[in-house]
Every structure is written in structure tokens, then in C-alpha cells.
């Protein structure tokens, strides 16, 4: 799938392709472009049958790592306003609005490079998934401000049967 030259061999845990999580019909992989420096991972989906990307996630938020949780959360859209909740077993998304300009505000006037730093680690309680993520107010570089966005876990389940 991917290789380095023998020069290079010190990158391999660095740079390219590595597994991740394997589900029913397909298989997460990071696909490391730079090998550090605080730079987010992008993600893509591979089909087990025919080696071929499904999917391309760029950089994403969250993956469930629980076998009965096969979802990935991340930003679809170039403007940061959108907030995918994809579903890996019968590929179905879900888009969430961030209110517009918010985060792409953020990444410009703060030190937070990327706004997947941003997010914290989701947290579930009774099927309800709480994505909590922090902002700048104004422009004030000292003056953060903290959203939810709420996923009803058990609303998506039966929206996709």
C-alpha cells in the first residue's frame, strides 16, 4: 500500500499509512503527510474488498474505538461550520452547524493551529453524545468561551433503519 526508501526507513512510524481500526467491510487508516510538528493526522476508510479509499476524512475529531460505536466525528467543510458525525458500518452522515465563522475566527486569532485542537474528547451517557469545543470571544486572546454540540445516538439509529 505504501513504502519508503531504505533511507528514509526511520520515518516509517512517522510518515504514510498506519492501521488503525478494522470494521465489518472496511478498515481506518491515518495517512501521516508530515511527520510531525504538531500537525493533525488525516484519515481515510479503505474497502477490505477491493483495497480502495471509501472514504476521506482529512483530519478528524474523534473515532469510537468500542466495537459497538463505529463512527468518526470531523469537520466537512473548508469554512469549519460544519460538524460530520459519520456512521463506518452503512456510511450515512449526519452534519451539526457551528455557528458560522466561530472556529475559523479561532484558528486565525489564537495559537491553536488546527481547529480540531479545539474539541475535547466527546463523552456518551445514555446514547446522547456531548462534544464540548472552546472559542475566542471578540477578539481578545484571553477571552475563551466553551459549546456543546449534542448527538442523539439513538435518533440516528433510527433515522438509518
Do not use: C, H
Amino acid at each position: 500500500m505504501y513504502s519508503l526508501d531504505k533511507e528514509l526507513i526511520e520515518l516509517t512510524g512517522r510518515l504514510g499509512y498506519q492501521f488503525v481500526k478494522e470494521y465489518k467491510t472496511t478498515l481506518l487508516f491515518e495517512n501521516r503527510q508530515a511527520s510531525g510538528g504538531g500537525f493533525p493526522i488525516n484519515f481515510e476508510l479503505i474497502d477490505k474488498d477491493n483495497g480502495k479509499v471509501a472514504e476521506e476524512f482529512g483530519t478528524i475529531i474523534y473515532y469510537s474505538d468500542k466495537d459497538s460505536d463505529n463512527y468518526v466525528l470531523y469537520l466537512s467543510s473548508d469554512s469549519l461550520d460544519t460538524l460530520t458525525f459519520y456512521n463506518i458500518d452503512n456510511r450515512t452522515e449526519f452534519n451539526y452547524s457551528i455557528p458560522s465563522g466561530r472556529l475559523m475566527k479561532t484558528v486565525r486569532e489564537s495559537s491553536k493551529m488546527f481547529a480540531e485542537f479545539l474539541f475535547e474528547e466527546p463523552k456518551e451517557e445514555n446514547n446522547i453524545l456531548t462534544l464540548t469545543y472552546k472559542y475566542l470571544v471578540n477578539s481578545d486572546p484571553e477571552k475563551w468561551d466553551t459549546d456543546i454540540i449534542i448527538i442523539d445516538l439513538q435518533k440516528i439509529n433510527k433515522r438509518r433503519q
